[in-house]
C-alpha cells in the first residue's frame, strides 16, 4: 500500500463524524476500484407542463413569431437545452396532464379545440402545441419523451388510443389518423405515467382505488411495432409512505416504475418565501429541506425493497426542485421564479443524492424546463437567461451514464432542522477513461480544504470548474445574464496522489481527473 494511502486511512480512523465536526477540513475517499452501477442518465430528465410560459412563450413561440424560431421552437432556447443532453423529457403535465384530451392537441392548428386551463391560471389553452408538436422537439433535442397520461379526467379507451395514435406502425385507425395529419413513421414512446399525483389533482383518491386503476389502464397500453413501454405508476407525495406501501402490494412489477414527488418549499414564515431575497437562516433551512430527500427516499426505497428484492420497480422522482413565492407582479397560476446560486446548490446537493441510489432511483425530472419553478431558462419576449441551475445540469452531464464510485466523506457539519447536515456533499464517477467528482460546499462564510484520495489510483492530471458568485442572493437577469456562470477552477493540485481541493465558500465544483 502507499504512504498517502496509509496515511489517509490513519486520518480516516481517528477523525470520527463527532471529533472531526470542529475541524474546516474535508476527507474523502474514493473507492475508485469498486464501481459497479451505472448512474441513468434519466435520472438528468426534465420536464414541461403547460403552465405558465413553459410550452407557450418559453419553448414554443409558433412557425410566425418575429422571436426567432425553428419550426415554432425558439432557436435560443432549443440550441442552450441541446447542450444539457437531456435524456428524457415528461409532458403534457403535472396537474394538467389529468385534464388533457389529447385529440385537441392533433391536425390543423387552426381548427384545434381550446380549452381552459382550470389548474393554472384558468387561461385558455388553444392546444397549438399537441402531440406532434412535442415529440418532434423530443426528437430535436434527442430526448426520450416521457408522457403523462390522463387518469383523471380520462378514459381508458382514450390513453389506449393515444398509445396506437403514436406508436403503431400497422394500417391501424389511429396508425392511419396520425399519417393523415402529417406523420408516417411512428414515434418511440418508452416512458409512459398512467395517471400523475392521483391522491390530489389527479383525481383525490386513495391508493387503494388507484392501484386498481392502474391495473386496468395500463392492461390497454399495448406494445405495437417493437415499441416497449415503462409504465410509471402515480406515486407518493413527499412523505405519503402508505402510498409507496399500497402500491407495491397491490400492483408490485405490473409497474416498471413509481413516482414520487418532493418539493423543496420554503416554509419559513407561512409563505413559500421569495426566491431572492432570503436571510441567512432561510438558506440554511432550504438547503436542510432540500437534503432532507436522502431520509425520503431511504423510507420509500426500504419499502419498495420488501415487495421487490430484486429491485425490478424504479424509484422515479418525476417532480423535484425549489417552489418559492412567484415573482412580484406575476400571475400566481404561473409559478414564475427567479434562480439563486442558492437554487444551483439545490441541485447540486439533489443529485448527488440521486446518483448514490442509482440502484433504485432510474429517473428524476425536475421541476421544470423553462419559466416555471426551478428553471433551467428563463424568457422575457425575445430575450433569454441561463440559471444557475442550468449551469449545474451542464457541470452534472458528466455523470450521465458513467459508472458510480462509493465514497466516504468526513466534514464538519452543521446542526439544520434538527439534524446535521455536513457542509460538503460530493458525488464521484468514471466514465471514458476519466473520474468526474462534484462538490458542493454550502457554507455561506468559509471555504474548506479538501483531501481526495483515490484508494490506489494514482490521479496524475486535474482540471475543472466552478460555480460561485459573491452574494447567495445572485441571479442572472435579462441586463446581466452571465453574472452566475463556470469559469475554469484552479484551486485543486495533487500532491503524492491525493487530490488537495481549496473549495471557496457556496461553491460548487467538477473536477476531471486522469
Ligand atoms: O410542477 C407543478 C405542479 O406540482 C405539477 O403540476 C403537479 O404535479 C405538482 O403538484
Known sequence: MKKSVILFSAVLLFFTPSAYSQQKDVLIRVHAGQGKQIISKHIYGQFAEHLGSCIYGGLWVGEGSSIPNTNGYRTDVLEALKKLQIPNLRWPGGCFADEYHWMDGIGPRDQRPK??????????????????????????????????????????????????????????????????????????????GVGNESWGCGGNMTPEYYADLYRRYSTYCREFDGNTLFKIASGASDYDYNWTEVLMKKVGTRMKGLSLHYYTVTGWSGSKGSATGFSDDEYYWTIGKSLEIEEVLDKHMEIMDKYDRKKQVGLMVDEWGTWFDVEP??????????????????????????????????????????????????TENERMVLT???????????????????????????????????????????????????????????????????????????????????????????????????????????????????????????????
Open 115 to 192: 380549452m381552459v386551463n382550470n389548474n393554472w391560471g384558468g387561461v385558455v389553452e388553444d392546444n397549438s402545441f399537441g402531440t406532434h408538436e412535442f415529440l418532434n422537439l423530443c426528437e430535436l433535442l434527442g430526448a426520450e419523451p416521457y408522457i403523462s397520461g390522463n387518469v383523471g379526467s380520462g378514459t381508458v379507451e382514450e390513453l389506449a388510443k393515444w398509445v396506437e395514435y403514436m406508436t403503431s406502425d400497422g394500417d391501424s385507425p389511429m396508425a392511419n389518423l396520425r399519417r393523415k395529419n402529417g406523420r408516417e413513421k411512428p414515434w418511440k414512446v418508452r416512458f409512459l
Open 329 to 378: 407582479g406575476t400571475n400566481p397560476g404561473f409559478l414564475y421564479q427567479q434562480n439563486t446560486l442558492r437554487d444551483a446548490l439545490v441541485a447540486a446537493l439533489t443529485l448527488n443524492v440521486f446518483n448514490k441510489y442509482t440502484d433504485r432511483i432510474q429517473m428524476a425530472n425536475i421541476a421544470q424546463i423553462v419559466n416555471v419553478l426551478q428553471s433551467m431558462i428563463l
Open 388 to 514: 444557475p441551475t442550468y449551469h449545474v445540469f451542464e457541470m452534472y452531464r458528466v455523470h450521465q451514464d458513467a459508472t458510480y464510485l462509493p465514497i466516504d466523506l468526513i466534514a464538519d457539519t452543521r446542526v439544520i432542522r434538527d439534524r446535521k447536515v455536513p457542509m460538503v456533499s460530493a458525488s464521484a464517477s468514471r466514465k471514458d477513461g476519466f473520474t468526474h467528482i462534484t462538490l458542493a460546499n454550502v457554507d455561506l462564510d468559509t471555504a474548506r480544504e479538501v483531501k481526495i484520495d483515490f484508494s490506489g489510483l494514482n490521479p496524475s492530471q486535474v482540471s475543472g470548474r466552478i460555480l460561485t458568485t459573491k452574494s447567495i442572493t445572485d441571479h442572472n437577469t435579462f441586463d446581466r445574464p452571465n453574472l452566475i456562470q463556470p469559469v475554469a477552477f484552479n484551486g485543486s493540485r495533487i500532491e503524492k496522489g491525493v487530490l488537495n481541493v481549496s473549495l471557496p465558500a457556496k461553491s460548487i465544483v467538477v473536477l476531471e481527473i486522469k
